[in-house]
């Protein structure tokens, strides 16, 4: 994704590279946007975030926050309607767990009182 290719009010959620040799945007995308992540992880794992900061171009402190911080009211989310907004997310165990956990569930999985046979 190129950075000069956000409008004011997107949305950009970053999903696929999850190694510091791997990018999905450019550098143009993390310097508008108000970037949250999922995990610290992707502070060291992701070439999104890595090569940025390694350049100069981002620190740290430029994280507006983690999902879990986010999803507990504790930071707030976009605060205008042009302001750009910047997921990184390099996955995790347990949200890869959760969703196993809906798609057995969801396919009759895991009732309580049923037996296999």
Known sequence: MKGDWLQPG???DLIGSFRPT???ADDQCVRRGTIFIDT???LRESGDLTQPMDAGLLTPDDIAGT???LC???IPGRRTQEEITVFKSVGS???DLTAASVVYRSHGGARA???RR
């Open 22 to 24: 791997m990018r999905e």
């Open 113 to 115: 009182g049923s037996s």
């Open 67 to 69: 999902l879990p911080d």
């Open 40 to 42: 610290p992880q992707a």
């Open 72 to 74: 507990a009211g504790t």
């Open 93 to 95: 165990a347990l949200a």
């Open 10 to 12: 997107t949305h950009l």
